[in-house]
Structure formats: structure tokens, C-alpha cells
């Protein structure tokens, strides 16, 4: 057993759906959150500077001895993976593209997968990589969607221009049959339900969130960690807007544990 908390890290205020899921199915564990608010989006930036980002949230859970790691960011998980690794030493680090790669493919029948993310994340290719490495079979069409973050960090989730937007980017999928849908990126659940309007019933839609719990139980189970107290969490962001609170409560329906916290890195 192991009572120390998890430390939950992402660009901005996305990595709250991993955060409710973790919740769901690991109630005794605390948790950290850093949401890096005050500049987000990471999807637009090139490489260096995505990795001096992720490192320094990094730094800041490991002062805080977390005992494992969550890159609730599809950017930072496709980007710094192995940056972030190198610092964490001995404490494991989970990612959400393995565990949302391997969704994905339980899901599609027809082996044709579309995947929406970031410009950083689909210009990666981290994701067709772990999918084609899994199954070689696989057809897939990536589609950057670079401003879908920024929409929703403002609280835009039901405005006309954001579905006029997320229209354009899944017009791309017209050209294939896609029967599966990677929604790369911890922001996109938010507009999960317009995503299922504009596509159809007929294509599964796989979040990062669930998939990414669930590996982290299997992770603290196969070492040892799980805690067995009563949990505490901290949910820490470098800036606070007014429309903040109003996205936290739609992800928890207006029950989220705790209040944020402004920090500096």
C-alpha cells in the first residue's frame, strides 16, 4: 500500500475528464492536478518548447514525491513521453495514447480509424505509429483540429461557430469510411456530444479518459501502490478565467472535490 497522491498534469483544464474517471474507479486515491491554464494550448508550439513545458509540470508534482504520473495531454504524451520518463526515474508514468490505441482497436470492426488532435499530436504520428505496431491492417486518417482547444477553454462548447468549426475539421472523414474515432486530445469529451451529432450513430467515438483510468488502476495494482485512506486532492492551474468554474462543473456536474488553486511553476 502506498498513501501518497497521483499526480494528473495537462495543458489546461482537459485533463479534468481523466481526473473524473480516475475518481470513478480509484476512490481511496489522492490526487494532484496541474492544469497549465496560463498557457495553453500546447498543440500549436513546436517540440523544444512542449518539452520545457511538460518538464517543469513535471518538476512540480515530483517535489511534491507523487507516487506515479498521468499525462492527462495527448500533446505531451506524443511530444515529451520519453523526456518526462527520464526525470521521473522509478515512478511510473502513464500516458493516454497506449491505453486509448488500445480501445480504439477493440472497437473498430472495419479496421478504418480516423483520429482528431492537436497539430503537435497528428503531426507526431504517435498515434498511427501504436496503431499500425498493433494491428498493420489498420486504414487511419489524422485531422489536426487546432482551434477546437482554444473554443473550449473559453467555455464555447455550445456556440455556433464552435459547431460550424468541428463541422469543417470532421468533413475530412467524408473521403473514408471510418467506423472508429480517436478523439485525440483530454478537451474534445467536452464536444463529445456534438462530435456524435455531426458524425452519426454508426461511428464509436473513443476518449482518452476511461482507457487511461483504467491503466493507471492496472499500473498501482501490479506495483503495490493502491491506498487504501480516506484521499485528499489539490487541483492546481496557472491562471484562473471566469469561464473556468462553468467548464468544472459541466465535466463533474457540479460536483467537483475541492477548489483551484492559482500556482506559479
Known amino acids: 500500500m502506498n498513501d501518497k497522491p497521483i499526480g494528473i498534469f495537462d495543458s489546461g483544464i482537459g485533463g479534468f475528464t481523466v481526473v473524473k474517471e480516475v475518481l470513478g474507479i480509484l476512490p481511496n486515491e489522492s490526487i494532484i492536478y496541474l492544469g497549465d491554464t496560463a498557457r ?19 518538476s512540480f508534482l515530483l517535489r511534491r514525491r507523487v507516487k506515479a504520473l498521468v499525462i492527462a495531454c495527448n500533446t505531451m504524451s506524443a511530444v515529451s513521453l520519453s523526456e518526462i520518463k527520464k526525470i521521473a526515474g522509478e515512478i511510473p508514468v502513464i500516458d493516454v495514447i497506449s491505453p486509448t490505441v488500445s480501445s480504439a482497436l477493440l472497437s473498430t470492426h472495419t479496421n478504418v480509424l480516423g483520429i482528431i488532435g492537436t497539430r503537435a499530436t497528428v503531426n507526431s504520428r504517435a498515434y498511427d505509429a501504436q496503431l499500425k ?9 489524422s485531422v489536426a483540429a487546432p482551434l477546437l482547444v ?3 477553454e473559453e467555455g464555447l462548447i ?86 473556468m468554474q462553468e467548464m468544472l462543473n459541466l465535466i463533474f456536474e457540479n460536483n467537483l472535490s475541492g477548489s483551484l488553486e492559482k500556482i506559479s511553476l
Open 40 to 58: 495553453v494550448p500546447y498543440g500549436t508550439r513546436n517540440k523544444d518548447t512542449i518539452n520545457k513545458f511538460a518538464l517543469e509540470l513535471t
Open 133 to 141: 505496431m498493433k494491428n498493420k491492417a489498420t486504414e487511419i486518417l
Open 158 to 243: 455550445n456556440d455556433p461557430a464552435t459547431k460550424l468549426i468541428t463541422e469543417k475539421y470532421l468533413s475530412a472523414f467524408n473521403k473514408i469510411k471510418i467506423d472508429t474515432l480517436i478523439l485525440g486530445c483530454t478537451h474534445y469529451p467536452l464536444i463529445k456530444n456534438l462530435i456524435g451529432e455531426i458524425l452519426g450513430d454508426k461511428v464509436s467515438l473513443i476518449d482518452s479518459a476511461k482507457p487511461t483510468a483504467t491503466e493507471l488502476k492496472k499500473v498501482l495494482k501490479q506495483k503495490g501502490l493502491m491506498s487504501n485512506k480516506k484521499p485528499n486532492y489539490k487541483f492546481y492551474v496557472t491562471d484562473i478565467h471566469p469561464k
Open 150 to 152: 482554444p473554443l473550449i
